[in-house]
C-alpha cells in the first residue's frame, strides 16, 4: 500500500481578503487561546503557532505571514533579540508583542528592537484585536496609559 501524503494545513498559505498572523508563546494554552479569538474574525486567520524563536524561524521559512504576535519570555532567547534577529531577517514582517509584562518598562525596548506596538495580556481581547489591525495598518500601538 502507498503510503498517504501529508495533508498540507490549510492555513499555510495566503487566503484572500485575510491578514495570516504567526503565533510565538511559549505556553500552549495562550496559542490556543489566541488562535481561537484571532481566526474568528473575517480580516485574519492564525497560519501558524511556534512555542519558542527556533520554532518560530522554522514557520515564516515559508510564506511570510503579514504579523507576528509575539511574547517577550520564551525558552532559548530573549523575546528582544528574536525580535531584532527577526526584524533583521525579514525586514518587512511586522511584529506586535503580546505580554505580561509591566508595559511602562517594556514598551519602549521593543519598539527600538522593530516591533510595532506592545499591548499586556491583561488587556482583553477586544483591545488585543484593535492593536493587531492598527498595527496592520502601519501604525504603532500602545495602550494610552
Known amino acids: 500500500m502507498k503510503p498517504r501524503a501529508k495533508p498540507i494545513a490549510p492555513d499555510a498559505f495566503p487566503v484572500p481578503g ?5 503565533l510565538v508563546d511559549d505556553h500552549p494554552f495562550m496559542r490556543a487561546g489566541l488562535r ?13 503557532e511556534a ?16 504579523l507576528v504576535l ?27 508583542v503580546i505580554s505580561m509584562h509591566d508595559e511602562s518598562v517594556y514598551a519602549e525596548r521593543v519598539l527600538r528592537a522593530g516591533a510595532r506596538g ?15 489591525r492598527q498595527v496592520l495598518r502601519g501604525e504603532v500601538y ?4
Open 18 to 22: 485575510r491578514k495570516r498572523i504567526l
Open 36 to 48: 481561537q479569538l484571532i481566526d474568528r474574525q473575517p480580516d485574519m486567520v492564525v497560519c501558524g
Open 51 to 66: 512555542g519558542d524563536p527556533v520554532e518560530a524561524f522554522r514557520q515564516i521559512a515559508g510564506p511570510l505571514p503579514d
Open 70 to 96: 509575539t511574547d517577550l519570555t520564551m525558552p532559548g532567547r530573549s523575546g528582544l533579540e528574536f525580535i531584532k534577529d527577526l526584524r533583521a531577517a525579514h525586514a518587512d514582517v511586522t511584529v506586535l
Open 118 to 132: 506592545y499591548i499586556m495580556k491583561e488587556a482583553g481581547g477586544e483591545n488585543l484585536l484593535a492593536a493587531i
Open 142 to 145: 500602545v495602550s494610552s496609559r
